[in-house]
């Protein structure tokens, strides 16, 4: 072999070491590179959890010594902390709505204990007197809800607090009065209805089908408040 071929061979075999070196550093600078950079995403994605944490404590230990709340604090939480607060008045309107459930229950009973067949038109009685001559149905599309909706599951706390002690008094009076006749049931529960409405009239208090219809029924708070507690288990 001459010493031209010879120096060309060398050339060649030293343009593959040089690829093949090339090839090699650039691997191991790409494996060191997303190394490097599952590091620092795991790094941020810890120190994001514990300032979130710090942050979330921070509110909770401001929250349990207030019993106000004003509308700059919670400003500033959200621009400081990126917490953002919704507060509503659901825990009242649950506890009412249990309240009214329960209430609805007892009096269904005394009322069949009073005679009562037709509890639908018994319950149409109350509201009757209630709501200025409504009926459960006409409350229904008044609020314009959807089928099979619950009216005490759309109304807001002072509208289930009226309902309730119309369901109450109603009760009461059956039991008290021991009324034993369907026709005399519902009379009673017709101006139990129409003596708390004077009441609300005579107290300065709103009528009843002018309060406003919730935006979102308790059914549907309450699946949400499911959905989140079911987010923060998994």
Request: glycine share 6%; proline share 1%.
């Amino acid at each position: 072999m001459t010493q031209y071929g010879e120096f060309k061979m060398f050339k060649k075999l030293h343009r593959q070491m040089t690829l093949f070196s090339t090839l090699i550093t650039s691997g191991i600078l790409i494996l060191m590179a997303a190394a490097s950079l599952v590091i620092f995403e795991r790094g941020l994605a810890r120190n994001s959890y514990e300032r979130f944490l710090n942050n979330g404590n921070s509110c909770v230990a401001y929250l349990e010594n207030q019993t106000i709340l004003s509308h700059k604090w919670i400003l500033e939480a959200k621009q400081e902390y990126g917490v953002e607060f919704r507060i509503l008045n659901n825990g009242k309107r649950l506890y009412r709505r249990n309240q009214a459930r329960k209430g609805n229950y007892n009096l269904n009973k005394t009322a069949v204990n009073s005679g009562v067949k037709d509890l639908a038109r018994f319950h149409n009685a109350g509201y009757k007197g209630l709501y200025n001559g409504e009926t459960a149905d006409d409350i229904f599309k008044r609020k314009k809800l959807r089928y099979r909706e619950d009216i005490l599951d759309n109304m807001g706390s002072e509208e289930l607090a009226d309902n309730i002690f119309r369901i109450a008094q109603t009760d009461a009076k059956l039991k008290r009065d021991k009324v034993d006749n369907e026709y005399t049931a519902n009379s009673v529960h017709y101006e139990i209805g129409k003596i708390v409405r004077k009441a609300i009239k005579e107290a300065g208090g709103t009528m009843l089908e002018v309060l406003p219809t919730p935006k979102k029924s308790l059914k549907e708070l309450e699946k949400e408040k499911k959905d989140s507690n079911k987010l923060l288990q998994d």
